[in-house]
């Protein structure tokens, strides 16, 4: 039997994941030569989907390209119950018919990523329809109250006395019964679902299984560079939203984020990133060009070459060139890798490096049209216009040290 | 139509409950002039029934000899289950035919207060078998952990780090899913049940239902007057057990314990048993003779008049005065009401109070071949052997002050 290139390279496989319980199992699974039932649980209330959902698919790529079964378990049982405390609206009610819709929008999106030929689909509902309540009693006695209330999402709520519903202590039984359901072998994750997955390791070894490798991605920082992306914080690129949009929302990022989206959403090599990582914060390369370069091949994959590189340059053209005085500018030179708040107050734009500070804080300062984030960011651009607020512009030069 | 005596006495019905949540209700609930569902949840796998039980059942009788419609809820669906973890002894796995077998044992035992012609029973699979994990998901939701965990027995566990598995979550929720299915408007119960009945309560109100009243009858305490009459501690009275056999276990209560067990266990008035703590209290009555009264009484409930009688003579002849020698004693008097460790220094079977009360507190002390309980009691009976150990005996009088 010939394997695909990548069946058995542990290094390969397991590239990029934050946690792996455990890698040992992992490898030991692996050598048995039998292709592993890899399982990633969908969501179908959410169908739209953004580069913080691509992680993983990417790394479920992986395992189906080198031969393995990849399965996505579709949670419609779950869904189609909703929350019915009524409390929780992201919980929704959904028809069948509504959950269909919603997984051939999610698809249609994942497919950019995803080979879907090589990809099983099931819906739990097939096998959690079929528990009675003497069954649930059975799965519920296998694991405690303690041991719920150490996920963290839980944990909180109830030290801070908000309310959590019984029936919500439910659906990570649930998924956690969705790997015995396929005998899965391993289970894909975002890193917040670390305990769900574990659940799942438990669950199975209480029901005689072997239990699952539990490997997570790490989560995708949105466009503020804080949070997690997700559409309700509306820090997030949207995989269906417009070449244009994608662009200029993948320009707003901090420059020191670059080689994190290089990394998580371009599915650049770690030390590829970590390289860009070290050139950026060394001053070796502008990290607007750089941005610009991970942001093109981010909507090249979603909307093909030709898109990506024309809201490039839709982008030079609209939004950074359009401020631009007509007037000839004064000009600047500065050290190469002088901090931004020390241009501005030797160009007259700040009275101090602290009011110079302020004004990147209050969004006021831009190079090349582009906001600076970074109050403390070094000037590496060979040279651009700078600008505070809509009416001071003058042009900057980089002195090479 | 015509009601039966005390339909909507409110006083009669509601006479000798430790709670009732709330009165207010149940005085309306009786104006509508329909009759009540009366609810009581029955655990089949404890057949043998004990003094403890027959409290709430002498109750339920109150209620079926008014007319109002009596239910005992059979919690076969949970008996079948048992605990799937194992870990709980105490609930056993039962087969149909066992729990079938225990409610004939059950039923036996119970008519000796109850009139069984007038009790429905329902078992509970009838509605939990029904439920699906939708249906259970629904019912989840209603309530919280905070909730469950306030229950004394779940509270103590959390915080002691003892391990509570999520099912048994649900068996409170089905037991008050037994009062959706039947419709209860009240439910009677021990004590120790108040936060289950409490819980029914609030589901009848979150499924459109009116609430039940929620009735709780003081717990009986066993023999050794510090706990709650059970079982697994062997401080019972079994219903079943031998006339003679109930007699004697009566006769080892404390004095002080006399009035509780005419009131709980004789069903004697409140108003009966408060004179009778206050005379014994007094010394006005000997409490020997008292306790041989009450006694006399519930072994007649349940081995009828003859039986009672019988193990009281048999117990005078036998256990009484079997220690006594046949010798002439030493006799001598002490004013009425005289402490008894008082009596043994004055008898010379004590060489001081505080070794007297020292000889009490370790049961070497007897009256009439009954071990003396309080080291700080009175002499109360007319003439009666006082004895230290198995050789020293005296006669002693109480001289009318």
Redesign the interface.
């Known amino acids: 039997m010939t394997r695909d290139a990548g069946f058995d390279d542990v290094e390969y496989l397991l590239d990029g994941f934050e946690t792996v319980e455990t890698v040992n199992d992992f490898r030991e699974r692996l050598r048995s030569g039998r292709p592993l039932n890899v399982k990633l649980g969908i969501d179908p209330t959410s169908p739209d989907l953004h580069l913080g959902f691509m992680v993983v698919l990417s790394k479920l790529q992986r395992f189906a390209e080198a031969g393995h079964r990849v399965t996505w378990i579709i949670g419609d049982?779950?869904a189609?119950?909703g929350?019915?405390?009524g409390k929780n609206a992201t919980r929704p009610q959904l028809t069948p018919e509504a959950i269909d819709a919603n997984m051939n929008t999610y698809r249609r999106q994942a497919e950019k990523v995803l080979d879907l030929e090589r990809i099983s689909v099931r819906y739990n509902s097939e096998w959690?329809?079929r528990?009675?309540?003497?069954d649930?009693?059975?799965?519920?006695?296998?694991?405690?109250?303690?041991q719920?209330?150490e996920r963290n999402d839980?944990s909180n709520r109830?030290r801070s006395?908000a309310?959590?519903?019984?029936?919500e202590?439910?659906y990570p039984?649930a998924q956690a019964y969705d790997s015995i359901a396929v005998e899965a072998d391993v289970e894909l994750g975002g890193s917040d679902q670390l305990f769900n997955l574990l659940l799942g390791r438990h669950y199975q070894r209480e029901y005689g299984q072997q239990p699952q490798i539990c490997a997570t991605v790490p989560l995708l920082v949105g466009l503020d560079g804080e949070k997690k992306m997700s559409k309700s914080l509306g820090n997030y690129v949207g995989i269906d939203e417009a070449p244009e949009q994608q662009f200029g929302k993948l320009m707003s990022i901090a420059d020191s984020l670059v080689p994190t989206y290089a990394r998580l959403a371009a599915f650049r090599s770690q030390a590829d990133c970590d390289r860009m990582a070290a050139e950026i914060s060394g001053g070796s390369v502008n990290p607007m060009v750089v941005k610009k370069d991970v942001a093109e091949s981010i909507v090249a994959r979603y909307h093909g070459a030709a898109a990506g590189s024309a809201a490039r340059d839709h982008f030079e053209r609209t939004v950074q060139r359009k401020e631009l005085p007509q007037t000839d500018l004064a000009e600047y030179d500065v050290p190469h890798g002088t901090r931004i708040g020390e241009v501005l107050v030797r160009a007259g734009l700040a009275e101090s490096k602290r009011a110079a500070e302020r004004l990147i804080s209050g969004n006021g300062v831009k190079i090349d049209g582009i906001v600076v984030n970074d109050p403390r960011g070094a000037w590496t651009a060979e040279t651009a216009v700078l600008s505070v607020g809509s009416r001071k512009f003058v042009r900057v030069r980089a002195q090479k040290e």
């Open positions: 049982f779950t189609r119950i929350d019915p405390s959690l329809d528990l009675d309540l003497a649930l009693i059975k799965l519920l006695s296998k694991t405690t109250v303690a719920m209330l839980f109830y006395g309310a959590i519903s019984l029936h202590f439910l039984v």
